[in-house]
């Protein structure tokens, strides 16, 4: 089943300790992308991979760090987190110009970040 | 860049018609979507419509496309509990890989 993936789903932590929140995508997609949503403000784009070892920022990055190492993860790393990165993440895969939908994104499931 | 606006809630009635606005900055924009987003799921592509395009029918799905005042809307007919949910507007502009998204319009039908 084609499908994107992200571990944990569910995660509270404390201020300042390290993690990662994995991404995996199944679709062979050359582009990823990760999300923050809250209340009020949608989602907001945090980095973007257009492909391995390519990397980009995008509305707000400050605090996040990720890595294309392989194709189908892009994991989203918070050195240092604050109650701020409190938010539900989304991580999003593509594949334009074959999707035949419009260049759809596909969703992974969210991971509900808490931290205290 | 693009930005994407559109109103955070819309309120209807079980069996009427539901109207999402949606509007957008960048003239370029080739593909506008429209994405849906249940209770504790990620979100799903529901349609699109290419910029060429003035209108898309799918099912109870109405697209409406004006491309001189840059607006999108979605109409749902007929609108069921079921269809409760965030709808997100977003916009592809030319020469953009991914797409920006508005902040959503959390949709509550009521019986």
């Known amino acids: 089943e084609a499908q994107v993936t992200q571990n944990p789903r569910y995660l509270i932590t404390v201020t300042g300790k390290k993690l990662t929140v994995t991404c995996s995508q199944n679709m062979n997609h050359e582009y990823m992308s990760w999300y923050r949503q809250d209340p009020g403000l949608g989602l907001r784009q945090i980095y973007y991979s257009m492909n391995v070892e390519v990397t980009d920022k995008g509305d707000v990055p400050e605090g996040y760090k990720v890595s294309r190492k392989e194709k189908r993860n892009f994991p989203l790393i918070l050195e240092s987190p604050s109650p701020n990165q409190t938010s539900l993440y989304f991580c999003a895969s593509s594949l334009p110009g074959t999707s035949g939908r419009g260049d759809e994104q596909f969703f992974g499931p969210g991971t509900r970040l808490t931290v205290l | 860049g693009e930005d994407v606006e559109q109103s955070l809630f819309l309120s209807v009635r079980e069996g009427d018609s539901s109207v999402i606005n949606c509007t957008y900055t960048?003239?370029?924009?080739?593909?506008l979507y429209w994405y849906k987003q249940e209770p504790g799921a990620g979100l799903q592509l529901l349609t699109y419509?290419?910029?060429?395009?003035d209108m898309k029918q799918d099912q109870r799905l109405t697209v409406l496309l004006n491309k001189k005042d840059k607006h999108l809307s979605l109409r749902i007919a007929d609108t069921q509990t079921g269809d409760s949910a965030i709808y997100f507007c977003a916009a592809l502009s030319g020469g953009s890989y991914i797409p920006t998204f508005g902040r959503g319009t959390s949709l509550i039908v009521h019986p």
């Open positions: 960048d003239s370029s924009s080739t593909y």
């Open positions: 419509i290419f910029s060429n395009m």
